[in-house]
């Protein structure tokens, strides 16, 4: 019976195991939120390029209408020209 106690006491863990594993598991946390820190970084940045880019269409998209406005005058002011000849 000695013996088996003996056997069972070295498989439990000691204050200092748990601790040690309590300190190895803070260390895998913090792991844990600089990877979410930087999955959340790379959103923001993946976020930004596609404003920029949907920024940059809807540019194209007014100049594509000044341009088409330009062209509706200058043909107004043409047939007025020759409407007054």
Known sequence: ????????HDALATKADI???KSEIAAVKADVDAVR????????AVNERA???ELREQEL???????AVAI???GV???LELLSR
């Open 1 to 8: 019976m000695i013996d088996a106690m003996g056997e069972s």
């Open 19 to 21: 601790a040690a594993v």
């Open 37 to 44: 820190s930087d999955v959340k970084a790379l959103e923001n």
């Open 51 to 53: 404003t920029k880019a």
């Open 61 to 67: 998209r007014i100049r594509l209408h000044l341009y």
């Open 72 to 74: 509706v005058v200058i």
């Open 77 to 79: 002011l043409a047939a």
